[in-house]
């Protein structure tokens, strides 16, 4: 059967929008009767979406106002905001070191003891509960002298401190410090407790610098395992507690400088079974250990040495940087190394120690007070000491005095024995290397022993700077504190006997922080003594108190701001996907959210352009500055969602930190204050409908409920002098609440002709909004809620709920889809309540029309459009597909379409928006599909017709479908090996078949294919792939559910659409229909 097939686009001033239209052959499509359509709808729509919104009557009041505009100067903004968050992290600074001098000076006055659980106990984390009230709980205090008290152990109970909640977003106790043991370390082992007695004293500084931070945990992490850390509370995990906090980046960076090591792996003959087991999860351990300031690479060696790493891109015979990406990497294929041959220990170390010399020459000008090199040797014996290699490549003389010199390490040597059946020669031979070398030696005979002895070697590194008191303070990369506790108890005070309640958990959110970290040393005057590591204390700080410093006002609608540090990865930005919240996968963090660079976010149109570059070097090298930049940029987390835009980034470095900051500034929008200097009128305020954006205005006075109190900030700010006053955004709130006053009368008058007309020609519109650039947004529910007592608290309560939904104006997406698009233009997108898919009700879905106001501002001789405001209509799905339909029934005499219509049978319309996605359908189930997927190859002949743009753009954060083939490599199993392999594979393409036809209809399949294969591609590090289309929940879902199918992360680049905006028509025949699989349109 043959078909015909016709695609139109056509926009105006007014609308922006593309029909699409597919008929059967017999029913000839003339493309001018389909732009006659598109024109009509959009004159219709935007008629009716003028006079409902009010906008021609603001815009007037815009005209006749009397103004002034105020221009940012993001270069100078950039800076003081620079140096508000560098006075924040300084007192975090302080306190850290604070905790370091006070845990000094209890260790230098303490004799050890011999404690006992009997006879000692404290506030175990993993045990004890935070309670709300005492209720009729007895306490030990409460009983006379003569009385017994048999209640349960009450150091496991502490009070919850309520204010302190919303800080920590858990159940917090300021009474006492809590403490957490490792897993493999026994809670009640005398040097253990020990430790934890001496450090008890640290509550009383802990308490002291409460004072001064407000959801800042302090801590301090012992050498010995434990973490002692304040405000006490319980400790959440799910399943096993693998956690030790001597394996954290912020232990570990604080505890030694950053180090250079290559590990060397001895995959000889002998290292089989167990063994090999054993030393492969020795390597992981030491690679745990390390943080993105470090380097390293893994050799094996028999009787050749090979780097594992065999990824020349990445490695290169070179040492790579420790990041999460590169351990998985190498962490990949280490499990597929095999033991073969006779161990070459000689050409192993010449090996290692050509690469750190590359890496870090020998200075043979001074003394090194501690060696950052270090060689791990893993291996279970060596029949010498292979003293020549080390007196060659290791050991050199350096002139201290005159008369003297010293022999120093360039590298030392950790050496770890694997099994427990060793001959005492090999077991000598091993250790001496680590002894000769300024390292250390440990005999790993079981699992058990990796836990116990690996992370160790980081207390040797740090030796040398703790006997010369070489204090450094480290600064770590971004980390997740996760607010998610185990369910405690308190006491319901309601009973009239102590019954256990559940109090419910208020934490909902991971919460991302960095941590500033000292280490802690031994300063007694002993040789013995001096130079220990006793551990590392600091303060976490949440990300979320950094960020209040932005002045998010001053950004304008797609500004934005984000921090890095030394290494340019990223701290905080918009697009940093850091938890997966999703059904489909947990919660669980994103593997490399903590190595995520900044040119992954920030990616220019034109890949040959320099300018990212060129701004991460210099905020790596800690410069101040300027660039301007075209990026491509997309819409919350959706790529196919791309808009061009051109970006001024303003950037300062975080002085005494490794971190900086930049904001961004959309070159198109504005960073203009618009005002007039007079005061605000309380009756301007309809508060039940109306939302002020939660900012700054002076000294952290923000908006208030009920509104008259923020009435009065408002105005006590514009005749303030204070120069820690916003002025200029406190009269911008003034003017906006002024200027849209008159709005909600307009918007009921509407309502009311509406329901009276009552007409089918009419869109039905939920809700109106006006949101404005000073923060404020005014809102207008039209079912139901068309006139409301403003003066009567009461009857807003209903409201204040759905105000509390609200994201304040400029971050809202519909603002910002006004901003992107162009002046006066109404920018359409579709929003679907999850019930919908069960349901197929229509009522579920909603059609957002947005529009921005414009005004003129005079600036160095030219003039520029400033974005004021944005109106958005919310409309009825039902009313805008009986519009669609209304319009395709008729035409201009001129033009014949008596037999063809939308909504005819051999005739299917699509609404589509900027980016290709569907606005309206025949079916509704295709709303807000991106049309690729429906039909790629109309898409793409509407690309070739100059209608959309094709833009690639690189999710770097992406998560892919991955089909592990690896299995566990022994003997036993070897044999069958090539048949799991193949039955793997062919369950992998099985289930790739299932679950393409399960989501897609049989008829569009080909499309999926050619699409998925044409459009997205997939890089994934370390499995096989399958590219997967963001948001597949069913997928997902199906993945889970196969044990050799898993979720890793990789890099998925996606060729997204936007429109151009012409008036092209395509009228293309598509022949041989059955091999193209168009279904019936």
Same mark, same amino acid.
């Given at each position: 059967m043959q078909w015909t097939l016709s695609v139109v686009i056509a926009t105006t001033v007014v609308y922006l929008f593309t029909i699409v239209g597919f008929t059967q052959s017999f029913l000839e499509l003339n493309p001018?009767?389909?732009?006659? *359509?598109?024109?009509?709808?959009?004159?219709?729509?935007?008629?009716?979406?003028?006079?409902?919104?009010?906008i021609k009557v603001i815009e007037k009041k815009y005209k006749e106002a009397t103004y002034t505009t105020h221009y940012i100067n993001g270069k100078t903004l950039s800076v003081e905001v620079a140096k508000k968050i560098e006075s924040y992290l300084q007192v975090r600074l302080e306190a850290a070191i604070e905790i370091k001098k006070k845990a000094q000076e209890l260790f230098l006055n303490y004799s050890s003891e011999n404690h006992t659980c009997d006879d000692f106990t404290y506030y175990d984390s993993k045990d004890i509960t935070i309670y709300k009230d005492r209720g009729n709980l007895i306490f030990p205090e409460d009983l006379d002298e003569n009385?017994?008290?048999?209640?349960?152990?009450?150091e496991l109970y502490l009070p919850l401190y309520e204010e302190w909640r919303e800080h920590f977003q858990i159940p917090v106790s300021l009474n006492a410090s809590a403490i957490h043991v490792p897993t493999n370390i026994y809670k009640c082992a005398p040097f253990l407790l020990d430790n934890i007695s001496w450090t008890g004293k640290l509550d009383e500084v802990f308490s002291k610098n409460q004072g001064n931070m407000k959801s800042a945990w302090q801590f301090f992490a012992s050498s010995a395992g434990f973490l002692r850390f304040y405000p006490a509370s319980a400790w959440y995990n799910e399943g096993m507690d693998m956690f030790d906090a001597r394996l954290t980046e912020w232990y570990t960076s604080a505890a030694a400088p950053?180090?250079?090591?290559?590990?060397?792996?001895?995959?000889?003959?002998?290292?089989?079974?167990?063994?090999?087991?054993?030393?492969?999860?020795?390597?992981?351990?030491?690679?745990?250990?390390?943080?993105?300031?470090?380097?390293?690479?893994?050799?094996?060696?028999?009787?050749?040495?090979?780097?594992?790493? !065999?990824?020349?891109?990445?490695?290169?015979?070179?040492?790579?940087q420790a990041t999460s990406k590169n351990i998985r990497r190498v962490t990949k294929s280490l499990m597929e190394v095999q033991s073969i041959q006779i161990a070459n220990f000689t050409k192993a170390f010449q090996l290692a120690f050509d690469v750190l010399q590359k890496h870090s020459p020998i200075n043979r000008s001074r003394i090194n007070l501690g060696s950052n090199n270090a060689i791990m040797l893993i291996t279970d014996g060596a029949s010498e000491t292979y003293v020549e290699v080390f007196d060659s490549y290791n050991w050199y003389n350096v002139t201290v005095d005159k008369d003297q010199t010293a022999q120093l390490r360039y590298a030392r040597i950790f050496s770890y024995l694997i099994g427990q059946e060793v001959t005492l020669a090999n077991k000598n031979h091993v250790k001496w290397m680590g002894c000769a070398n300024k390292g250390y030696f440990y005999h790993i005979g079981t699992m058990a022993d990796v836990h116990d002895y690996v992370q160790d070697y980081v207390r040797v590194m740090a030796r040398p700077l703790a006997v010369h008191n070489i204090s450094h303070n480290s600064w770590s990369g971004v980390h997740l504190n996760i607010p998610l506790p185990k369910e405690n108890f308190g006491f319901n005070t309601n009973s009239r006997t102590t019954e256990w309640i559940r109090l419910p958990s208020t934490a909902t959110k991971p919460v991302l922080s960095i941590s500033v970290s000292t280490p802690v040393y031994d300063q007694r005057d002993d040789e013995i003594n001096n130079g220990n590591l006793l551990g590392v204390a600091g303060v976490h700080i949440n990300l979320d108190e950094i960020l209040a410093f932005i002045p998010r006002s001053k950004l304008g609608a797609l500004g934005y701001a984000f921090i890095i540090n030394n290494n340019g990865f990223v701290l905080s930005h918009p697009d940093l996907k850091p938890w997966n919240f999703s059904s489909f996968g947990g919660n669980t963090p994103m593997n490399d959210y903590k190595n995520v660079d900044i040119l992954f976010l920030e990616q220019e149109y034109n890949s040959s352009d320099e300018q990212l570059p060129q701004l991460r070097r210099a905020m790596i090298n800690g410069e101040t500055g300027h660039v301007q930049a075209t990026v491509k940029k997309f819409y919350g987390q959706q790529l196919h969602r791309v808009y061009i835009q051109t970006q001024n980034y303003y950037y300062a470095p975080i002085l005494n930190t490794p971190y900086s900051i930049a904001l961004v500034i959309a070159e198109h929008t504005n960073n203009h204050y618009i005002y007039q200097t007079k005061s605000l009128d309380p009756q301007s305020f309809l508060w039940c409908s109306m939302v002020i954006a939660d900012w700054d205005y002076c000294n952290n006075q923000r908006k208030t409920t009920p509104f008259f109190k923020f009435v009065d900030i408002i105005n006590n700010v514009l005749k303030s002098s204070d120069p820690l006053c916003n002025k200029n955004l406190a009269a911008s709130v003034a003017f906006d609440v002024n200027i849209t006053r008159g709005v909600?009368?307009? *918007?009921?008058?509407?309502?009311?002709?509406?329901?009276?007309?009552?007409?089918?020609?009419?869109?039905?519109?939920?809700?109106?909004?006006?949101?404005?650039?000073?923060?404020?947004t005014r809102f207008q529910d039209f079912n139901g809620q068309a006139e409301l007592d403003q003066s009567n608290d009461e009857s807003c309560l209903s409201l204040q709920k759905l105000i509390d939904l609200f994201t304040p104006s400029i971050d809202t997406e519909y603002y910002k889809k006004a901003a992107v698009n162009r002046k006066n233009v109404w920018?359409?997108?579709?929003?679907?309540?999850?019930?919908?898919?069960?349901?197929?009700n229509t009522s579920y879905i909603s059609v957002a029309a947005s529009r921005g106001i414009y005004i003129q501002e005079h600036h160095r001789n030219s003039k520029k459009d400033i974005l004021a405001s944005v109106f958005t209509l919310h409309m009825k799905y039902d009313s805008l597909f009986r519009m669609l339909n209304a319009t395709t029934s008729f035409c201009s005499a001129s033009?014949?379409?008596?037999?063809?219509?939308?909504?005819?049978?051999?005739?299917?319309?699509?609404?589509?928006?900027?980016?290709?996605?569907?606005?309206?359908?025949?079916?509704?189930?295709?709303?807000?599909?991106?049309?690729?997927?429906?039909?790629? @190859?109309?898409?793409?002949?509407?690309?070739?017709?100059?209608?959309?743009?094709?833009?690639?753009?690189?999710?770097?954060?992406?998560?892919?479908?991955?089909?592990?083939?690896?299995?566990?490599?022994?003997?036993?199993?070897s044999i069958l090996n090539p048949f799991i392999y193949m039955v793997k594979l062919l369950? *992998?393409?099985?289930? @790739?078949i299932t679950l393409s036809l399960t989501q897609f209809s049989l008829v569009n399949l080909w499309h999926y294919i050619y699409y998925a294969t044409g459009l997205m591609t997939s890089s994934v590090?370390?499995?096989?792939?399958?590219?997967?289309?963001?948001?597949?929940?069913?997928?997902?879902?199906?993945?889970?559910?196969?044990?050799?199918?898993?979720?890793?992360? !990789? @890099? @998925?680049?996606?060729?997204?659409?936007?429109?151009?905006?012409?008036r092209n028509i395509t009228n293309n025949h598509v022949s041989n229909c059955s091999e193209c699989s168009y279904s019936k349109r």
């Open positions: 001018a009767i389909v732009e006659f *359509w598109a024109t009509s709808l959009g004159q219709q729509i935007d008629r009716q979406c003028k006079n409902a919104s009010g009385s017994t008290y048999n209640g349960p152990n009450l950053p180090k250079n090591i290559i590990i060397l792996l001895d995959n000889s003959g002998s290292m089989t079974g167990l063994r090999m087991e054993i030393a492969k999860t020795t390597v992981k351990k030491i690679m745990e250990s390390l943080n993105e300031n470090d380097f390293f690479n893994l050799i094996t060696f028999n009787n050749d040495s090979r780097f594992v790493d !065999c990824d020349c891109q990445h490695s290169n015979g070179s040492l790579i909600h009368a307009i *918007w009921n008058d509407y309502n009311k002709e509406i329901l009276i007309a009552n007409s089918q020609k009419n869109l039905d519109f939920n809700m109106a909004m006006v949101g404005t650039r000073a923060g404020v920018a359409f997108s579709s929003t679907i309540h999850p019930d919908f898919e069960d349901t197929l033009l014949d379409c008596s037999s063809i219509y939308c909504h005819n049978d051999s005739v299917d319309c699509y609404l589509l928006d900027e980016n290709g996605f569907v606005v309206v359908a025949d079916d509704p189930l295709l709303v807000g599909k991106f049309f690729g997927y429906i039909d790629y @190859q109309v898409l793409l002949d509407m690309r070739k017709k100059g209608m959309f743009k094709e833009v690639p753009i690189t999710d770097y954060q992406a998560v892919c479908i991955a089909c592990d083939m690896s299995s566990e490599n022994s003997s036993a199993s369950m *992998w393409h099985i289930t @790739q590090s370390d499995l096989t792939y399958a590219g997967l289309y963001p948001n597949d929940t069913l997928l997902y879902q199906q993945v889970l559910s196969q044990k050799f199918l898993t979720l890793s992360p !990789c @890099q @998925q680049s996606i060729k997204s659409f936007i429109s151009l905006g012409s």
